[in-house]
């Protein structure tokens, strides 16, 4: 027997449809899809590097065992691609980003911020949607460790916007004072992405 038949998975769905916790046009999933461009990268503890640059008071430049060592987050939060599933109630563990930017201290000038991955993958944020209580640098989820295609080792969190912001093999965050687009958002995805409002391609 199927853990979750057809319908079981409906009246979940309709459930959390009722709750108002799944935004228009997306459906939920109870497994995890693995969505991404390109290959899954290696990772390698000696060469690995996490930094944050531009417009800030004090740049980091961590390495692995630096980063290992911050003060630890745990928060539970709901996950929505464009290509329209919905994940829920996902337990995230890692680093605040608040925690980061208490660190770096940003300058006043500093709106957007453009995240960095491996093999060149970006996303582009405003300031104001990582400077909340949600937004983490994960390492974990659900209590075990990032699996590689989940993004291992590091990777962001940003609940309240389409997940192609939660940019997985997280290495650096570049503050500055004016929106660039990301990867997506250069072969047609919304600047934003807001979910409720389905901001999902340049247009909406
Ligand atoms: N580095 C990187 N991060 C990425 C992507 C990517 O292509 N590269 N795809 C994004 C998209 S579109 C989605 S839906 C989520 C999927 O995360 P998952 O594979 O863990 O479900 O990762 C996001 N983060
Ligand atoms: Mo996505």
């Known amino acids: 027997?199927?853990?979750?038949?057809?319908?079981?998975?409906?009246?979940?769905?309709?459930?959390?449809?009722?709750?108002?916790k799944l935004p228009p046009g997306q459906s939920l999933t109870l497994k995890?899809?693995?969505?991404?461009?390109?290959?899954?990268?290696?990772?390698?503890?000696?060469r690995w590097d996490f930094r944050v640059y531009g417009l800030v008071?004090?740049?980091?430049?961590l390495t692995w065992k630096d980063f290992s060592s911050l003060p630890r987050f745990e928060h539970s939060s709901d996950f929505h691609c464009v290509t329209r599933w919905s994940r829920f109630d996902n337990r995230w563990t890692g680093v605040a980003f608040r925690e980061i930017l208490r660190r770096v201290q940003p300058l006043p000038t500093a709106s957007h911020v453009l995240v960095h991955a491996e093999q060149g993958f970006t996303a582009n944020i405003p300031l104001t949607d990582?400077?909340?209580?949600?937004?983490?640098?994960a390492t974990h989820h659900d209590g075990e460790p990032l699996s590689a295609d989940h993004g291992f080792p590091l990777r962001l969190i940003?609940?309240?916007?389409?997940?192609?912001?939660?940019?997985?093999?997280?290495?650096?965050?570049?503050?500055?004072?004016?929106?660039?687009p990301g990867f997506w958002e250069k072969n047609g995805y919304h600047m934003y992405g807001d979910p409720w409002k389905e901001q999902r391609y340049s247009g909406d």
Do not use: I
């Open 57 to 61: 008071h004090t740049p980091l430049r």
């Open 130 to 137: 990582l400077d909340r209580e949600d937004v983490l640098l």
């Open 158 to 180: 940003v609940p309240h916007l389409y997940a192609w912001k939660s940019v997985k093999w997280l290495r650096a965050l570049e503050f500055l004072d004016h929106d660039v």
């Open 1 to 20: 027997m199927a853990l979750f038949d057809g319908t079981e998975r409906k009246q979940a769905e309709l459930k959390k449809r009722a709750e108002g």
């Open 32 to 46: 995890w899809p693995v969505l991404h461009y390109g290959s899954v990268p290696r990772f390698d503890p000696e």
